[in-house]
């Protein structure tokens, strides 16, 4: 087999294509996969997104990944540059990959700071990342987001930390901390406005003080790009029973991340909506969640194979923003074609 370069990327654009941007991904036989390859794009970081592994792609994914590390172009991703980062919710789930997948797209001197409020996990995986990633600063924050003071420390520590950032070429602010609510309760039950305000107190208001803060605090200057983003749902664009409180937060999360790009010309605002995730909010869904069609539908989600990998969506949200061509407040979701 003699394959120019440009063949084998190609190929390896295609796996991606095929296997993480379609709705209900489908894994053609490898003669398919080579007959989409011309129209297939060209991230060849994208063979990393096959999944789930099938048996009959392993050598053609193995001779992919061997070419890609042989081939200088092909083996070095495009990077995010110099970034200082704040990232919420980064002790587990979602954002556990998102911290992995950011220092790895990082130049050295780049800081991230991790906020939640289990230390344990957020010292843990700091310190995996400072060992992994020797040239990036990763430290964390405990912070309880759904309190005034909580959301208070998290500018200050920030600024006292980025002992860098006059080198950094991005500020990125990721608002990824959320949660479920109570999603035993139908639009009926809900009678006490305490309910709802402790609600959106962590998945709106905390959002809105968490981000203008980080802003306030790290003004623009020429070389820096400043990008929010709001990681968004589904249920921001569509009602789904018995979660009311999940999907007004959201909704609101987004308008209100519109307003800001609307005001702000030189931010670039993104909500990304991160598709279906195995992660403990899923679980606490299907256990949870009143409307039993819902439910049903979860449970389908999980047994067969539906939920997105963390790692899979996160590629894809780093390759929106290193395409930077997203208009600013716009909602993009896993499965749009970008
Ligand atoms: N899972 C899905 O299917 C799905 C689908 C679409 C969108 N999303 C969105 O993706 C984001 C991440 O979700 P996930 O599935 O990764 O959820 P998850 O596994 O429940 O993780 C939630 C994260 O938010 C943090 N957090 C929760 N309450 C907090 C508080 N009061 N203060 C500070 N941090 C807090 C948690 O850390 P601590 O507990 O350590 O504080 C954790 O790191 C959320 O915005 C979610 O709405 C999820």
Known sequence: MSQTKHEWRS?????????????????????AVLAHAHSAGSDAHGVLWFEPPRSS?????ARCCQVMSETPDLASPPDLGIVSCVL???????????????????????ELLLVARTESLLRHLAEELNRSHPGVTVSWHVADLGTDEGICGVAAEAKRGFRNHSQAGRLLIINNAGSLGDVKK?????????????????????????????LRAFPG???????????????????????SLYCTGKAAR????????????????LSYAP???????????????????LRQFLANQKDDDKLVDCDVTVRKLVGI??????????????????
């Open 275 to 293: 598709g279906p995730l195995d992660t403990e909010m899923h679980e606490l869904a299907r256990a949870e969640s009143a409307d039993p069609e």
């Open 88 to 110: 919420s919710g980064g002790s587990r789930g979602l954002g556990r990959s998102l911290a992995s997948e950011l220092c790895a797209r990082f130049q050295p001197g780049s």
């Open 57 to 61: 792609f392993f050598p053609l994914v």
């Open 221 to 243: 200057r020429p070389g820096l790009q400043r990008i929010v983003v709001n990681i968004s749902s589904l249920a921001a664009l569509h009602p789904f029973k018995s979660w």
């Open 186 to 214: 139908f639009f009926l039950d809900f009678t006490k406005p305490d309910d709802m305000t402790v609600y959106l107190s962590l998945n709106v208001s905390s959002a809105m003080c968490f981000t203008s803060s980080l």
């Open 254 to 269: 987004e308008m209100m991340f519109k307003v800001l790009a609307a005001e702000q010309k030189n931010i670039r605002v």
């Open 11 to 31: 190929r390896v654009s295609c796996l991606a294509w095929s296997c993480s941007l379609q709705p209900h991904p489908v894994v053609p036989d490898c003669p």
């Open 321 to 338: 923003l290193l395409a930077d061509s997203f208009e600013s407040g716009a909602h993009i979701d896993f499965y749009d074609e970008v």
